[in-house]
Nanobody, 124 residues
Framework: QVRLVESGGGLVQPGGSLRLSCAAS????????MDWYRQVPGKQRELVAA???????NYAESVKGRFTISRDNAKNTVYLQMNSLKPEDAAVYYC??????????????????WGQGTLVTVSS
């Protein structure tokens, strides 16, 4: 069994910064792409940023130049540094991994995993 656990959300003023973290736990063998999505009530979940296990990144146009995604493969952790936050960045942010391969006993299992979400509020 594997889990993704996010941390770092909270309340920040417009123009401020937050850093989200997401750690994968379990007997992990490998993780492919790790990414961050966000969702506000009444809207579809949208991709914010993604990073491959090789370090290639991709960003939504709305966050380019303000957000930076990074990962520490040794710690099975992905980060999202969010700067110059705007009220429209407020959302529940979800960590996601498209393929995590882990050991279940001696068997390798590959699954897609979502975190539970962390709330980011941007308000003065």
């Amino acid at each position: 069994q594997v889990r993704l656990v996010e941390s770092g959300g909270g309340l920040v003023q417009p123009g401020g910064s937050l850093r989200l973290s997401c750690a994968a736990s379990g007997s992990i063998f490998s993780i492919n792409v790790m990414d961050w999505y966000r969702q506000v009530p009444g809207k579809q979940r949208e991709l914010v940023a993604a990073i491959t296990n090789g370090g290639s990144t991709n960003y939504a146009e709305s966050v380019k130049g303000r957000f930076t995604i990074s990962r520490d493969n040794a710690k099975n952790t992905v980060y999202l540094q969010m700067n110059s936050l705007k009220p429209e960045d407020a959302a529940v942010y979800y960590c996601h991994a498209d393929r995590i391969t882990y050991y279940s006993g001696s068997v390798k299992v590959t699954v897609e995993v979502w975190g539970q979400g962390t709330l980011v509020t941007v308000s003065s």
